[in-house]
């Protein structure tokens, strides 16, 4: 009797471990292969959409930190230059936001949301010429490169302005979008007057906080217009 419970006892937990081994196994290929589809979904999206979408003025290919020679590369090999590489971009961000905030405009129902694109436009023309002079200061090209991030931001405001139907609803949307714009340029000026500070040029630190102060304010002014008549209006319609 002892014999048998001692050869018997082990035979069901080798068995349960045997069978618990394939099935933690087989739920790891089950993530990996719905992740792969969404990533070819995404890309196969934004295909699509830069389909639709009118042409650009200028070409929607990047050219980052290009040097004399049209089309060559220049890589970044210090502090200054990766500075540099930040205002370059955000040359390219206000004068991509300086076009979306026009259509914004445009598309915007509500009085007081079509004035706050309005005035943020203004903002953002003013806020390109400061970038512009600092890197008059360091005599390099302001214009060399498109920035994706606020490409890809602005496609995806296009693209809301197509789906949604019913002024309320597309308000709301405006304001949805406007605010992702918002918290990118946020994060944008946040970098460039940081890495100006490193550098101890403190002049053009505290233009890069003027602009991210406006930043700031435009955000926080957006919330409440949301908050207030236009989602209430969209979520009535």
Same mark, same amino acid.
């Given at each position: 009797?002892? %014999?048998?419970? +001692? $050869?018997?006892?082990?035979?069901?937990?080798?068995?349960?471990?045997?069978?618990?081994?394939?099935?933690?196994?087989? /739920?790891?290929?089950? =993530? @990996?292969?719905?992740?792969?589809?969404?990533?070819?979904?995404?890309?196969?999206?934004?295909?699509?959409?830069?389909?639709?979408?009118?042409?650009?003025?200028?070409?929607?290919?990047?050219?980052?930190?290009?040097?004399? +020679? +049209?089309? @060559? /590369?220049?890589? *970044?090999?210090?502090?200054?230059?990766?500075?540099? /590489?930040?205002?370059?971009? *955000?040359?390219?961000?206000?004068?991509? =936001? %300086?076009?979306? &905030?026009? #259509?914004?405009?445009?598309?915007?129902? !509500?009085?007081?949301?079509?004035?706050?694109?309005? #005035?943020?436009?203004?903002? @953002?023309?003013?806020?390109?010429?400061?970038?512009?002079?600092?890197?008059?200061? !360091?005599?390099?090209?302001? +214009?060399? !490169? $498109?920035?994706?991030?606020?490409?890809?931001?602005?496609?995806? %405001?296009?693209?809301?302005?197509?789906?949604?139907?019913?002024?309320? =609803?597309?308000?709301?949307? &405006?304001?949805?979008?406007?605010?992702? &714009?918002? !918290?990118?340029?946020? /994060?944008?000026?946040? %970098?460039?007057?940081?890495?100006?500070?490193? =550098?101890?040029?403190?002049?053009?630190?505290?233009?890069?906080?003027?602009?991210?102060?406006?930043?700031?304010? $435009?955000?926080? *002014?957006? @919330?409440?217009?949301?908050?207030?008549?236009?989602?209430?209006?969209? *979520?009535?319609?």
């Amino acid at each position: 009797m002892r %014999t048998a419970l +001692k $050869t018997s006892a082990p035979a069901p937990i080798k068995s349960i471990q045997l069978d618990m081994v394939p099935r933690r196994a087989a /739920a790891r290929p089950r =993530l @990996t292969d719905s992740a792969e589809p969404c990533g070819l979904r995404f890309v196969e999206n934004n295909r699509e959409m830069r389909q639709r979408l009118s042409a650009p003025a200028e070409p929607m290919v990047p050219q980052i930190c290009t040097s004399s +020679k +049209k089309g @060559t /590369a220049m890589e *970044l090999s210090s502090f200054k230059d990766m500075y540099i /590489a930040e205002l370059q971009e *955000l040359v390219s961000v206000e004068e991509q =936001l %300086t076009a979306a &905030l026009l #259509r914004m405009a445009q598309m915007a129902s !509500h009085s007081a949301l079509r004035d706050a694109f309005i #005035r943020h436009r203004e903002e @953002t023309q003013v806020q390109k010429d400061r970038l512009e002079s600092i890197l008059q200061r !360091h005599r390099v090209e302001p +214009k060399v !490169h $498109t920035d994706q991030a606020m490409q890809a931001l602005v496609h995806e %405001t296009e693209k809301m302005l197509e789906i949604l139907k019913g002024n309320e =609803l597309r308000d709301a949307g &405006l304001i949805a979008s406007a605010q992702k &714009l918002e !918290h990118y340029e946020i /994060a944008a000026y946040g %970098t460039a007057a940081a890495l100006a500070g490193q =550098l101890e040029l403190r002049d053009e630190q505290r233009k890069l906080h003027a602009s991210l102060e406006e930043e700031k304010k $435009t955000d926080l *002014l957006l @919330t409440p217009m949301a908050q207030g008549a236009v989602n209430r209006d969209a *979520l009535a319609a």
